[in-house]
């Protein structure tokens, strides 16, 4: 089973700075691509950034000039560098990779996902 290890959140003041790490134990898969969702209290989970395996990237709109993903495909790790941290920026964190499993002679796509480290932004 692909499993995802997260780390680099915490807490942080305003303005601060965070990267968040997520490394994927998926060697003998192919991963198409990874993602950072975030989920804040009462809130429904959200898209922040995405990255293809061929390193095509998109952010959302509250995420852009600030948050950037970037990832390494040899490691099978993505990363989240977040600059200007705001309070609203505060939500559980979670990394997520599409995988392609070979299922006897049919290709699948399967959506794994990390344990979901908190990210705390105080005022």
């Known amino acids: 089973q692909v499993q995802l290890v997260e780390s680099g959140g915490g807490l942080v003041q305003a303005g601060g700075s965070l990267r968040l790490a997520c490394a994927a134990s998926?060697?003998?898969?192919?991963?198409?691509?990874m993602a950072w969702y975030r989920q804040g209290p009462g809130r429904q989970s959200e898209l922040v950034a995405s990255i293809t395996r061929g390193g095509s990237t998109n952010h959302a709109d509250s995420a852009k000039g600030r948050f950037t993903i970037s990832g390494d495909n040899a490691e099978r790790t993505v990363y989240l560098q977040m600059n200007s941290l705001k309070p609203a920026d505060t939500a559980v964190y979670y990394c997520n990779a599409a995988v392609v499993v070979r299922t006897g002679p049919v290709l699948e796509e399967y959506d794994y996902w990390g344990q979901g480290p908190q990210v705390h932004v105080s005022s």
């Open positions: 998926a060697n003998d898969f192919r991963i198409n691509a």
